[in-house]
């Protein structure tokens, strides 16, 4: 055999034992990446959730709007 050759199949089988054995890395750890994933996901949703009260009949003065507006929530 030629020395490019070897070459060419030395790095070829490199590059494939690298990309098989991150493939399967990646697989075995897809389960945990994914149950942080909701947990970090739950926690967002956890702190955007904010208690609203309705506005109170006359707060907004709105005389002379053509479109007036309905009832709008504000936070506590």
């Known amino acids: 055999m030629s020395t490019e050759l070897v070459i060419a199949l030395v790095l070829g089988s ?4 690298v ?3 991150l493939t399967i890395l990646s697989a075995i750890d897809r389960p945990e990446r994914k149950a942080r994933r ?3 996901r739950e926690l967002r949703m956890e702190n955007r959730r904010t208690g ?3 506005v109170s ?3 907004h003065p709105q005389a002379g709007t053509r ?4 009832r709008r929530l504000h936070l506590h």
């Open 67 to 70: 479109h007036p507006r309905g």
């Open 38 to 40: 909701q947990e970090r």
């Open 57 to 59: 009949a006359g707060s």
């Open 52 to 54: 609203y009260r309705p």
């Open 14 to 17: 490199a590059f494939l034992w």
């Open 19 to 21: 990309t098989i054995t």
